[in-house]
């Protein structure tokens, strides 16, 4: 009996990896846990979380409520010293960096006014370098932080839509970053993830050039089902993907998921885990979802394989790509675990099966180029030319190209479509008879918006008349001739004006080609600080640099093509 009961131990022993194993496709991470504390001195409460898709990019950190106002207290999340200051017109906007022992950096994003010591500081270096906008490495020993220092308020500022602090962690030496909620010092969660719809891709075609089946899902006694039970394909291979979302305990806000994994039979096949990303592939979210469903005013559709040209880190396949073939004609059962980052999860099940009916359709014979991921594509006409980087397509594409205004100084050339993204920027060079080296122009024009660079003259092998620029879409490209300088309004001053009861001054500058290249204003010869929060508004703050008595005010402004507007001001304080 005690040897029957040793082999049964014994037995189970040996199948509990087994059962783990299949549990946690993905390893299991071991970040430190209440070394950091809540950084915002507020109820805890996010307003978004990392991973969370957004435009071109995952959102890399938590949003935290600041109680929709600014000037809420910022505070240290750990023992550390203040490495870094970033100031931008957007992006982070007012951003502090912390190191801390433990290898980890935090970053606390779209302040407004760092804590005095820290503010004077960072203005004299201002002054000292004449750039408001500035990116300084500080010296370890000069600004120490316990945890839960006061060391900034909350703002609004860079590329902010509204009052909320931006806050990450980071590994100190690869600056990749890591999952916030993984490190247990946000409010508890139990609140499962909802799965409301799934897509089915055929993977004998590109995914830009297909249509793919979506599915509506319902929670019947808590498993995800698909309508039929029994989804038959036209296809011999077939790749999924999800559109779900997260909810916490605190909020109802519709956030990012953690992780997914598919399994064929009971068996993992591939999934999906936002846990570290770093800022160089955080663009891959463009090919994390389907981006022609998107463009097209779809909901975040994620795939739970990655297509052939995305290179990023967050995907695990035990197969060679994570594509399920169903080329043997047998029913296929599919589960799919959606996990948020602290383990609540929802479960999809259906079943899928190859169509008997199903023939395999012949290619169609187009005449468009064909572009390849993990190619160099190279494409050339008499008046445009241009490549994509080896890394730039995620999938394959039969390219198409059309020219416009043929007989136009300055055609437009459209080049392909939208719906479908690029990772990288890659060179458009283009011909065109005009005697304004200088003052050239690429437009590229999309969806209503309009992107505008410096284009380059170039001897492209015999000929002159050539010019480049770079851009990362497809879209329509043209050159332009601008000849029109920027222009300087003054909102609340005037040449001449006492200015001895005003705290600020303000002035908007704008070009025809919506792109300023520089701007410096100067006080009786002194450089002077204007801040340019969100690139609109160029703003001084009086302060000592401007003494009581007559002034001069000179402000310059210079678009990208070297285009000049310079404008006196005398006033009085």
């Given at each position: 009996m005690i040897r029957r009961i040793q082999k049964f131990v014994i037995l189970i022993l040996l199948i509990l990896p087994s059962i783990n194993a299949r549990g946690q496709f993905f390893e299991v991470k071991h970040y430190p846990q209440d070394y950091f504390s809540y950084p915002v001195d507020e109820d805890k409460s996010i307003a978004?979380?990392?991973?969370?898709?957004?435009?071109?990019?995952?959102?890399?950190?938590?949003?935290?409520?600041?109680?929709?106002?600014?000037?809420?207290?910022?505070?240290?999340?750990?023992?550390?010293?203040?490495?870094?200051?970033?100031?931008?017109?957007?992006?982070?906007?007012?951003?502090?960096?912390?190191?801390?022992?433990?290898?980890?950096?935090?970053?606390?994003?779209?302040?407004?006014?760092?804590?005095?010591?820290?503010?004077?500081?960072?203005?004299?270096?201002?002054?000292?370098?004449?750039?408001w906008a500035i990116y300084l490495n500080i010296p370890p020993d000069l600004f120490p932080v316990k945890k839960g220092m006061f060391i900034a308020y909350s703002g609004n500022t860079g590329g902010s839509q509204g009052p909320h602090l931006h806050f990450e962690i980071r590994d100190t030496k690869t600056d990749k970053v890591l999952n916030p909620s993984l490190f247990n010092f946000l409010a508890p969660d139990s609140i499962a993830p909802v799965v409301l719809k799934l897509a089915i891709y055929n993977k004998l075609i590109s995914t830009y050039e297909q249509i793919p089946e979506i599915f509506s899902l319902k929670n019947i006694n808590g498993i995800y089902v698909a309508s039929p039970s029994v989804i038959l394909v036209n296809t011999n291979?077939?790749?999924?993907?999800?559109?779900?979302?997260?909810?916490?305990?605190?909020?109802?806000?519709?956030?990012?998921?953690?992780?997914?994994?598919?399994?064929?039979?009971?068996?993992?096949?591939?999934?999906?885990?936002?846990?570290?990303?770093?800022?160089?592939?955080s663009r891959y979210l463009n090919a994390h979802i389907d981006y022609k469903y998107r463009n097209n005013g779809g909901v975040f559709i994620q795939h739970v394989s990655k297509l052939p040209?995305?290179?990023?880190?967050?995907?695990?396949?035990?197969?060679?790509?994570?594509?399920?073939?169903?080329?043997?004609?047998?029913?296929?059962?599919?589960?799919?675990?959606?996990?948020?980052?602290?383990?609540?999860?929802?479960?999809?099940?259906?079943?899928?099966?190859?169509?008997?009916?199903?023939?395999?359709?012949?290619?169609?014979?187009?005449?468009?180029?064909?572009?390849?991921?993990?190619?160099?594509?190279?494409?050339?006409?008499?008046?445009?030319?241009?490549?994509?980087?080896q890394n730039c397509l995620y999938d394959t594409i039969h390219f198409q190209y059309k020219e416009l205004n043929a007989t136009s100084s300055f055609p437009v050339y459209q080049l392909h479509n939208t719906g479908v993204p690029l990772q990288s920027y890659f060179p458009i060079t283009i011909k065109a008879k005009t005697t304004f080296l200088d003052k050239i122009i690429m437009r590229r024009f999309a969806n209503g918006n309009n992107n505008y660079a410096k284009a380059e003259p170039i001897t492209n092998g015999k000929e002159t008349g050539w010019f480049r620029a770079s851009f990362n879409g497809f879209g329509s490209f043209q050159l332009m001739i601008d000849t029109i300088a920027p222009t300087i309004t003054a909102i609340n001053f005037k040449e001449g004006m006492d200015c001895s009861k005003q705290s600020s001054i303000l002035f908007v500058i704008k070009d025809n080609m919506e792109e300023i290249k520089n701007f410096t204003a100067t006080l009786d010869g002194n450089w002077l600080r204007f801040s340019n929060d969100k690139g609109s508004k160029f703003i001084y703050e009086f302060d000592e640099k401007c003494t009581s008595g007559e002034h001069e005010l000179k402000i310059i402004v210079e678009d990208l093509v070297k285009n000049v507007t310079e404008q006196i001001y005398r006033f009085s304080r």
């Open positions: 978004a979380n990392f991973g969370e898709p957004r435009l071109n990019h995952f959102h890399m950190g938590l949003d935290c409520r600041t109680g929709s106002t600014e000037n809420r207290n910022i505070l240290a999340a750990a023992n550390g010293y203040i490495a870094k200051v970033k100031i931008e017109p957007w992006g982070f906007g007012r951003a502090i960096y912390i190191n801390h022992p433990n290898g980890l950096t935090t970053l606390y994003a779209h302040l407004n006014n760092f804590y005095p010591a820290l503010e004077n500081y960072i203005k004299k270096q201002q002054y000292l370098f004449k750039s291979k077939v790749s999924f993907g999800i559109y779900a979302s997260d909810k916490d305990s605190e909020s109802h806000n519709h956030n990012g998921i953690y992780e997914t994994v598919l399994y064929e039979n009971e068996n993992p096949i591939v999934g999906f885990q936002i846990d570290s990303i770093n800022y160089d592939e040209g995305n290179n990023s880190t967050i995907y695990k396949a035990t197969n060679s790509d994570g594509v399920i073939s169903i080329d043997d004609g047998l029913t296929h059962a599919i589960k799919l675990v959606v996990k948020d980052a602290f383990g609540n999860a929802s479960i999809v099940q259906f079943n899928i099966k190859k169509n008997k009916s199903f023939v395999k359709i012949k290619a169609k014979n187009f005449t468009q180029q064909v572009f390849y991921p993990g190619f160099l594509n190279i494409f050339e006409k008499s008046n445009i030319e241009f490549y994509l980087p």
